[in-house]
């Protein structure tokens, strides 16, 4: 168990050997949690709502593709907006 010391600024040093077992490098986000009268610092990333989303939809089989070239690529996006066109009408 290693002891920190709060700070002027109520900042804390996390020892080295810490952020080397928890894989913490510089600019990494913790998330601070309180329960009663224990603070726990979590490793979280955070990524963008909408890359979130889309990773959400990837999961759940909402992807096109791989297509074999860009004309492939192309037909496809024509197909999906005559479809989105006709929901539309």
């Given at each position: 168990m290693a002891l920190v010391k709060i700070k002027e600024k109520?900042?804390?040093t996390l020892p080295a050997a810490l952020r080397q077992k928890a894989g913490l490098e510089v600019g990494d986000l913790l998330e601070a949690k309180v329960?009663?009268?224990k603070?726990?610092?979590t490793p979280?990333?955070?990524l963008d709502r909408e890359l979130a989303q889309a990773l959400k939809e990837i999961e759940q089989g909402k992807t096109f593709g791989p297509f074999n070239s860009a004309k492939d690529l192309i037909r496809s996006l024509n197909r999906e907006a005559k479809k989105l066109k006709k929901q539309v009408s």
């Open positions: 109520y900042q804390v329960e009663g009268k603070i726990t610092l979280k990333s955070v």
